[in-house]
Structure formats: structure tokens, C-alpha cells
């Protein structure tokens, strides 16, 4: 079974920024898409962004356009999240997706 974990999190002011990473112990090569999700609490989970093979097409959710960035690696096997300007409801539990397997999440705070 594949292995998918996240790293990066923590806790910023808001305006700073985080990198997000989400590492799979296989190859992503052959996942067409691959996402960054986030839950906050009390919140249902919801996508943030996803990226296609080959990053010919990124989509981001309308809450984070024009402040974060995602990305692929193949040669890492890994998938990334620039997260800028970040805000107080940015704060929740990201997951990345991997085909149909998630990952633990990390922690995003971001508070004064």
C-alpha cells in the first residue's frame, strides 16, 4: 500500500508564508491528478488545489487563487503547496490525495 505524507505545517502571522510538501512512497508518474486538501474544524474537508500530470493544468479553489502555488516533482515522487499572504482562515488540517489514498495531513495555524 502506498505510503503519502505531508510536511511543512505550523504556525505563522498572517501575510507570511508556508511550502507544503507531500511525499509518496511511489511513483507518481502514473496519477493523472494529484490535490492538496484542507479541513478546518467544524468544516467538511474541501480542495484547495490539484495538479495534473505533467502540471499541464493546476485548479485552485476561488479562496486561495493568486496566493497559492502548487506543484509536481515525478523525480521525488512528491507534490508541493507555496502557500503566500496567508490568512486566519487558511488555519486547518491539509491532506494531500494520492489516487485514493490520503495522507495524515499537517497543521496550519495562522494566528497573531
Known amino acids: 500500500q502506498v505510503q503519502v505524507v505531508e510536511s511543512g505545517g505550523g504556525l505563522v502571522q498572517p501575510g507570511e508564508s508556508l511550502r507544503l510538501s507531500c511525499t509518496a512512497s511511489r511513483s507518481i508518474i502514473g496519477i493523472y491528478t494529484m490535490g492538496w486538501y484542507r479541513q478546518a474544524p467544524g468544516k467538511q474537508r474541501e480542495l484547495v488545489a490539484t495538479?495534473?500530470?505533467?502540471?499541464?493544468?493546476?485548479n485552485y479553489a476561488d479562496s486561495v487563487k493568486g496566493r497559492f502555488a502548487i506543484s509536481r516533482d515525478s523525480a521525488k515522487n512528491a507534490v508541493y503547496l507555496q502557500m503566500n499572504e496567508l490568512k486566519p482562515e487558511d488555519t486547518a488540517v491539509y491532506y494531500c490525495?494520492?489516487?485514493?489514498?490520503w495522507g495524515q495531513g499537517t497543521q496550519v495555524t495562522v494566528s497573531s
Open positions: 495538479i495534473t500530470n505533467g502540471a499541464r493544468r493546476t
Open positions: 490525495l494520492y489516487s485514493s489514498t
